[in-house]
């Protein structure tokens, strides 16, 4: 049952990285007109090209509002031709939910072309563009102030939001929280060989997270920001670089305690297809995230779970991460308990990738709903003979005591 009204002008604010994806199609390039796609001094003739919104911003904001609940974007584009494609994208797919977008005449829309070959790993061309000037004087807080919820995304895309020890990304969180509103933060991979990847992310980390509700990293992100050496560890004895498949159960929950230790209320890691696992604080804790604190605290107090993927063909996995959050935060803002929060998250993020772009594959709330209902098939999470206990009622596996 909704516990929200969802007849709201704004229940959430998704903010942060934006861009426009720039995708051309490739399906007939095989064999030797593959090969030869990249030589220099050749025309390669092609497919249409598809033009989609990327980043967390649109990734998130459109998979909200697909599921129902009302969300403004929040990013920053250029005063060019390309951000005038960006609004008209969000336009089509969201009508109203662009108003929050800033068009900078001094900065130029950011951009990414995607090479995707059958067969081969995709290829990123990407230009951050307005993405790197994005500061925290750039949010309305105004629009902020009638939400529930902000969520921002992939500061460490974003130049300005890693400078500095992270001021302006702390700067940002902290103004969000004077407004009452709870605040939730999905991070992206630094680049180990740019400036971003040298940041002192530790030290953004126990800064910003006092400020943060709702931490959403991936396993990936959280061991390279907090455990550098242990990443690279995994990631040399991984077969075929797959952390996933080398990464204990005891790992990831150490990792969920240390988040909640340096300020998390709760912390959501993304685990690809071994799911998603959550660890929440103790109740008192969680009643004064601000508005979209948990309905009923003690679904969610003091859990630590752990949601297998559903089984899908997989299409693609552009923003999979960024569909999985909005259907966790829709969980907890239509006041499900953790469990079905978590397993919501999980469906979301199925539906997303049986489709190649972020946004097709996303179902409404109660047609993902239903699929769950009906039986859907989970996959193995690797936490057979650990100390975690899958429950099928809730179709989610709880850590032993």
Request: with cysteine; charged share 20%; aromatic share 8%.
């Amino acid at each position: 049952m909704d516990t929200v009204n969802f007849a709201d002008d704004t229940l959430v604010v998704a903010a942060g990285h934006i861009c426009l994806d720039v995708i051309p199609d490739l399906t007939e390039l095989t064999g030797e007109r593959l090969a030869r796609l990249l030589q220099p001094g050749r025309l390669s003739v092609v497919g249409p090209v598809q033009l989609s919104t990327g980043g967390a911003a649109s990734n998130t904001g459109l998979v909200f509002n697909r599921l129902g609940i009302p969300a403004q974007i929040m990013g920053k584009v250029g005063d060019d031709l390309f951000g005038a494609v960006v609004h008209r994208i969000i336009e089509k797919q969201a009508p109203g939910r662009s108003s929050g977008m800033i068009s900078d005449p001094q900065a130029h829309t950011s951009y990414t072309v995607i090479i995707n070959p059958p067969g081969v790993d995709r290829i990123f061309l990407h230009f951050p563009g307005a993405n790197d000037t994005f500061r925290a004087e750039d949010v309305q807080y105004d629009v902020v102030q009638r939400a529930r919820l902000f969520h921002f995304g992939y500061p460490p895309l974003m130049e300005q939001m890693y400078q500095g020890e992270g001021e302006e990304l702390v700067e940002m969180m902290r103004r969000v929280k004077a407004l009452g509103v709870t605040t939730s933060l999905d991070m992206a991979f630094p680049d180990p060989q740019m400036p971003v990847g040298q940041a002192p992310w530790r030290v953004i980390l126990e800064q910003v997270l006092p400020w943060v509700d709702i931490f959403l990293p991936s396993l990936e992100e959280t061991l390279f920001m907090l455990r550098k050496e242990t990443y690279r560890e995994l990631a040399e004895g991984a077969p075929g670089g797959d952390l996933l498949a080398v990464t204990p159960p005891e790992l990831v929950s150490e990792l969920g305690g240390e988040l909640l230790s340096l300020g998390a209320k709760m912390a959501g890691i993304k685990l690809g297809y071994r799911g998603m696992y959550l660890r929440t604080a103790a109740g008192e804790v969680l009643a004064g995230m601000g508005r979209a604190a948990p309905a009923r605290v003690g679904e969610w107090e003091s859990r630590e779970l752990w949601a297998p993927c559903f089984k899908v063909q997989v299409a693609g996995a552009t923003g999979s991460g960024d569909a999985t959050i909005a259907g966790f935060l829709s969980g907890l803002l239509r006041g499900l308990g953790g469990e079905q929060a978590l397993r919501a998250a999980a469906a979301v993020g199925a539906c997303n990738v049986e489709a190649p772009d972020a946004l097709s594959g996303i179902q409404p709330w109660q047609a993902t709903l239903e699929r769950i209902a009906a039986g859907w098939e989970q996959i193995s999470a690797g936490l057979e003979n650990s100390s975690w206990i899958y429950h099928p009622a809730s179709m989610v596996y709880q850590k032993r005591d």
